[in-house]
């Protein structure tokens, strides 16, 4: 098989960008659906950006913000020597951004499906809003959670355009799966270039398969 340490660097990405995102997206997204108004809308709408947004735009802007001429890039250089751009560190920071909304919005739609009077009720026991969140939310809400799970996983390792700003193309250090399929067609190599597309095409049917599969599951089956 072409390519072992691209594959295992796009699945070590992604799954470092999921484990952070459902560490910042459970509060986030369950902190968001108590929310209304203008401010909500707004939130919604800067985490939805990259929906619609063309990768390579997110990418340039975050390869200026995180060059080492700025603030934020400067203290990375100084805390580890290293910089964030065209670095392992970079991509994790860029693939965060980039599939946002693919973790926000299945856990925004689970945490609203949940019955308020369920929630009443557990208040008028005398459940805090930690103990409602974590005993009757989290467990009520588990599709979702793993939707958004999988959905990030997926989408992260289907990622190109932002990678190729913010990561370029090192071997082992920023080479995701994508770009060695891009490098592969561009020097007409399109054997390897197969392997790697029918690897990428079935990964995805099998994410979507398994995903539209969960969504279809009685909750209680999930437990």
Do not use: C
């Not at 400067?74 to 920071?93: E, I, K, P, Q």
């Not at 951004?97 to 926000?104: D, K």
């Not at 190109?160 to 007409?188: D, W």
Request: no cysteine; hydrophobic share 55%.
């Amino acid at each position: 098989m072409p390519e072992l340490a691209a594959i295992w660097l796009t699945l070590k990405l992604s799954l470092v960008t999921t484990l952070v995102l459902l560490m910042i997206g459970l509060p986030f997204a369950w902190w968001l659906s108590n929310k209304t108004g203008t401010l909500r809308t707004v939130l919604e709408t800067l985490t939805s950006l990259p929906l619609v947004m063309p990768p390579t735009v997110i990418g340039f802007y975050l390869l200026v913000i995180l060059s080492p001429d700025t603030f934020l890039g400067g203290l990375w250089l100084d805390l580890t020597g290293d910089t964030l751009t065209f670095s392992f560190a970079g991509l994790v920071v860029a693939s965060i951004i980039y599939s946002l909304p693919f973790m926000i919005q299945p856990l925004l739609n689970a945490f609203e499906s949940v019955d308020p009077k369920l929630k009443e009720a557990a208040a008028d026991l005398g459940a805090s809003a930690t103990e409602i969140f974590r005993y009757l939310i989290l467990p009520l809400s588990k599709r979702g959670i793993i939707t958004g799970g999988i959905l990030t996983f997926a989408h992260t390792v289907g990622e190109f355009g932002i990678v190729l700003m913010v990561g370029g193309n090192i071997p082992g250090e920023t080479r995701v799966i994508s770009i060695a399929l891009y490098e592969k067609v561009e020097i007409l190599n399109y054997a390897e270039a197969h392997i790697l597309s029918v690897a990428l095409l079935t990964f995805s049917f099998l994410v979507l398969f398994i995903t539209y599969s969960l969504n279809k599951m009685p909750l209680m089956r999930l437990r």
